[in-house]
């Protein structure tokens, strides 16, 4: 059974270019969701998406960023007009059910993003 | 709001010491704990966890018990390896909050032969 995935696994953009990040599920998860991890410090929430909805984007910035997660295909993390300060790793979990005692989350192993 | 805190680090030790790193949180709810350990450029792996107050999680020597008294989760080894060098986070799921984790800082654990 193949744990979660990520790609690219490396993306280097520069200022003003778009990034799209692409996180693929464990078989038969449904919940998916989106930290990003800035140099030395720990993870951060952006988004918690299931199936064709976002259930809670309280993390994610209001410009620029935006996440999907189709009913076909893998969840979408997008960045447009990326400024230096978008360089960050971005890790994707996704979960069987939503998160609670018994449903851990599952990370991918993170996209890492450079803008120059 | 839900927040946790970690020992800062670098935590640098020699191989066979005793490791402890603590952590303490703070939940509006009853929340699960975790720590995961995330190792030179990879994605964070689940080390252990516990879900309800005097549970002791354990995993390749690690252990950790959730103290409700206390607001904590310290993870402790009897016996660190160089194998065991990378950054560990302590986190909370509270059902209560959201269905999202609140991570700590991490603190990463160097392990000298």
């Not at chain 1, 003003?16 to 030395?40: D, I, T």
């Not at chain 2, 989760?73 to 009897?78: I, M, S, W, Y």
């Not at chain 2, 950054?87 to 909050?97: G, H, K, Q, R, T």
Request: glycine letters at 10%; one cysteine or more.
């Amino acid at each position: 059974n193949a744990g979660v995935m990520q790609n690219p696994r490396h993306l280097v953009r520069r200022r003003g270019q778009e990034a799209r990040l692409r996180c693929s599920p464990m078989k038969g998860h449904s919940h998916v969701y989106w930290y990003r991890q800035l140099p030395e410090e720990g993870l951060k929430f952006m988004v918690y998406l299931q199936k064709e909805n976002i259930i809670d984007e309280s993390g994610m910035p209001k410009e620029r960023f935006s996440a999907e997660f189709p009913k076909e295909g893998p969840s979408i993390l997008r960045i447009q007009q990326v400024v230096r300060g978008d360089s960050a790793a971005y890790f994707c979990a996704s979960s069987y059910q939503r998160t609670g005692l018994n449903n851990e989350q599952f990370f991918g192993p993170g996209t890492r993003l450079t803008v120059l | 709001g839900n927040s946790v805190t970690q020992m800062e680090g670098p935590v640098t030790l020699s191989e066979e010491a005793f490791l402890t790193i603590n952590c303490t949180y703070t939940a509006t709810g009853y929340p699960s704990l975790f720590w995961y350990v995330q190792y030179p450029g990879e994605g964070l792996q689940l080390l252990l966890k516990a879900t309800k107050a005097d549970d002791k999680g354990s995993n390749k020597g690690f252990e950790a018990t959730y103290r409700k008294e206390t607001t904590s989760f310290h993870l402790e080894k009897g016996s660190v390896q160089v194998s065991d060098s990378a950054v560990y986070f302590c986190a909370l799921s509270d059902a209560d909050y959201g269905q999202n984790f609140v991570f700590g800082p991490g603190t990463r654990l160097s392990v000298l032969p």
